[in-house]
C-alpha cells in the first residue's frame, strides 16, 4: 500500500485505469510465446528430417561423418533448448505464472531465471552454436573438402564477437551487482 492510499486518498479514475491498461498489455506477449512454440516444432522437424537423411548411410559413413551429423543435430539440440528457455522464462517474467500442475514434472530451473539469467543461457547457447558451426567447418577443412576461406574467417571473427559480447554482458551484470543493482535493468 503507498503513503497516498494508507492516507485513505484514492488514486483517480483515470489513473486507475491507465495502470489497469499497462498492466495487463503485458499479455501481448503471450502470441510471441506461441510463435516460438511453432519455431519449436519446425526445429524438431528439420532435426528428424537430418536423422531420417543419415540414417540410409550410417553404416557407409567415416568417423567424420557420423561426428558431423552428431554436430548437427547437437547444434538443432541446442537451438531447441534455448527456445524452450526463452519461451518459459520469457513467459514467467514477463506474463505470468506457468503452473505446471505436478511439480516433479517441472523443469528445476524454471522460475528462477531472471531478465539477467536469460540473457546469459542466451548468449551461452548462441556461443556454443557458433562454435559447433565452427567446429564443422574446420573438420570439413581437415578432410580435405573444399571451404570458402572468406567464409571461414568471417565465422571466426563472429564467434569471437559472440564470445566478446557473452564476456561483456557477464562484466556488465556483475558490476551492476556490485553496485547494489540501484536503477539496474537487466
Known sequence: M???QSQG????????????FLFNSRWLMAPFYVGLVFALVATLAVFFKE???ALPHVLTMSAEDAILLALALIDLSLAGNLL???IFSGYENFVSK???????DRPSWMGTVDFAGLKMKLIGSIVAISAIALLRGFMRLADGDAVDEVKLRWMVMM????VLSGVLMAVMDWLGSKSGGHGRVS
Do not use: S
Not at 98 to 104: M, Q
Not at 159 to 162: C, D, Q, V
Open 51 to 53: 536423422l531420417v537423411h
Open 9 to 20: 486518498e484514492e488514486k483517480a479514475a483515470p489513473e486507475r485505469w491507465l495502470e489497469f
Open 84 to 86: 524452450l528457455i526463452v
Open 98 to 104: 506457468i503452473d505446471a500442475g505436478r511439480i516433479e
Open 2 to 4: 503507498t503513503e497516498r
Open 159 to 162: 564467434h569471437l564477437t559472440f
